[in-house]
């Protein structure tokens, strides 16, 4: 059954489809996984009964009706509801909220035959890149179970790179879906934001930063649940067109890519996280590809000023509820008081001027992809760090003044919602993974998607380095 779990999740679709292989034995496979796995990473929570789930793949073989998902065993992100299963966040506030309805994004997978066998890890309401909560516990890096998994995906690239489920969604407000597939070397997807809509639920105008998106072991296989999650929603202003997208190999010779490194010495980083994005980019330029460094496109400062912003201020409203409660203020981690209160001691006038920049960084983007096809930068500025640390206070001897600037390669991508594919990049000295986004201009999601086949085609790096469990 191992060579069963090692295919990606549009071959298993196929395989049940033509009959050679039955939902109910990939479901068995699944849980026997899991079963000898999951206890050591813990990236699997609130586990559906077995007998349960195998029951259900098994009417799933007896369906007639056969959709992109059928049969599949998948594990949701523990920030969006499935109904039936608990939505905990990571909080003890919700710990035992049994969600009643799915999600928009879940709904549409349920309805392409996704078999929902529970939840995957995630950092306390998905604040901070490294997934830990006091409902859970951590969620341990299958290549080192001593360092993080990053996050707050991070529940989810590990059930991918342990072969415990072969595709998921995620969820990405400054690189949720990025840090942690490069950090446990499989595909992280940012699609352009309002490709993927969001629940028809409050205000639907002004906290365009998270989104949800796709995660798997192939560009392939982000395609195939990108085409399941993405389309307009009519009870929502803000979309885009429903697309089909796919990734078949196509030439990419002459295309250009500019290459962010570190911001012009702005972003610190680790020793070798550089040297290895610049060896995969390498793998563009042996493909006929333009790929050239790129002088600092806008201030470094603004940037971070504005993003932290609009972030704050996106982060208190959400968290308004639990703040204006004693019980459940107390329960609330410092990270998540810290954003909520800066968030609320905002003006007008800050937001609209935060928003001024980022409009300005889009116009400035949108200038260098007029030169450039796509844009390239790594998806961390450290190596996975140790599982008790809360987070890097400090890069190459330069402090860090907040929980989450060591992710400040994150946001130029995410400030103005463009879509930004990681890609691994291969493995340092100490063995540990790292990986590579590939940014496109605003709303060429196929673009980056046709990238990163062709990047995968001649890599495999999920394939070839899979943790040793």
């Known amino acids: 059954m191992d060579d069963l779990l090692e295919m990606d999740a549009g071959a298993l679709v196929t395989a049940m489809a033509t009959g050679e292989v039955t939902a109910e034995a990939l479901m068995e496979a699944t849980l026997d996984r899991i079963a000898v796995v999951n206890g050591t990473v813990n990236a699997v929570v609130s586990l559906r009964d077995a007998d349960v789930l195998l029951a259900e793949a098994r009417a799933a073989d007896q369906a007639a009706d056969r959709g992109a998902f059928h049969g599949l065993p998948v594990a949701v992100k523990d920030l969006a509801h499935v109904a039936g299963i608990v939505t905990s966040e990571g909080s003890p506030a919700f710990a035992?909220?049994?969600?009643?309805?799915?999600?928009?994004?879940?709904?549409?997978?349920?309805?392409?035959?996704?078999?929902?066998?529970?939840?995957?890890n995630a950092p306390e309401f998905g604040l901070g890149s490294h997934t830990f909560n006091p409902v859970f516990?951590?969620?341990?890096?299958p290549y080192d179970r001593a360092v993080t998994c990053g996050g707050s995906s991070g529940g989810a690239a590990v059930a991918l790179a342990t072969r415990m489920t072969a595709i998921a969604d995620g969820s990405d407000m400054m690189g949720s879906l990025r840090n942690p597939a490069g950090w446990n070397n499989v595909y992280g997807f940012r699609p352009t934001w309002g490709r993927v809509p969001a629940e028809p639920a409050g205000d639907g105008y002004l906290h365009q930063i998270s989104t949800n998106g796709p995660m798997a072991r192939s560009p392939a296989d982000i395609a195939l649940l990108l085409n399941v999650m993405a389309g307009p929603d009519g009870r929502q202003p803000l979309g885009l067109k429903a697309d089909h997208f796919s990734a078949e190999d196509a030439?990419?010779?002459?295309?250009?890519?500019?290459?962010?490194?570190?911001?012009?010495?702005?972003?610190?980083?680790?020793?070798?996280?550089?040297?290895?994005?610049?060896t995969a980019l390498g793998?563009?330029?042996?493909?006929?590809?333009e790929v050239e460094a790129i002088p600092v496109p806008f201030s470094r400062d603004a940037l971070w000023e504005s993003w932290t912003v609009l972030r704050s201020w996106a982060v208190s409203v959400g968290l308004a509820p639990l703040m204006a409660r004693p019980d459940t203020r107390?329960?609330?981690?410092?990270?998540?008081?810290?954003?909520?209160?800066r968030g609320m001691a905002l003006s007008a006038a800050g937001v609209q001027a935060a928003s001024e920049i980022r409009t300005e960084w889009f116009r400035a983007a949108a200038a260098l992809f007029d030169r450039y096809d796509a844009l390239a930068a790594p998806t961390a500025q450290v190596w996975p760090f140790a599982i008790d640390t809360a987070y890097p206070t400090e890069i190459a001897g330069q402090g860090?003044?907040?929980?989450?600037?060591?992710?400040?390669?994150?946001?130029?991508?995410?400030l103005v919602g463009l879509p930004a594919l990681a890609v691994p990049a291969g493995f340092g000295a100490h063995g540990?993974?790292?990986?590579?986004?590939?940014?496109?201009?605003h709303g060429d999601d196929q673009g980056v998607?046709?990238?990163?086949?062709?990047?995968?085609?001649?890599?495999l790096w999920p394939q070839k380095r899979p943790p040793e469990i």
């Open 96 to 120: 035992d909220r049994v969600a009643v309805a799915d999600d928009l994004h879940v709904a549409r997978m349920r309805a392409a035959g996704a078999i929902f066998i529970g939840k995957t």
């Open 432 to 441: 540990l993974p790292m990986g590579m986004q590939i940014i496109g201009r």
């Open 137 to 141: 516990g951590a969620t341990r890096n």
């Open 251 to 278: 030439e990419i010779r002459g295309k250009r890519i500019g290459w962010l490194r570190d911001w012009g010495g702005a972003w610190a980083m680790e020793a070798g996280i550089l040297d290895l994005c610049e």
């Open 330 to 341: 107390a329960q609330l981690k410092d990270t998540a008081i810290w954003e909520a209160e």
């Open 283 to 289: 793998v563009f330029a042996e493909a006929g590809c």
């Open 449 to 459: 998607l046709t990238l990163g086949q062709a990047y995968h085609r001649r890599t």
């Open 400 to 414: 860090m003044d907040t929980y989450h600037r060591w992710m400040e390669v994150m946001i130029p991508a995410s």
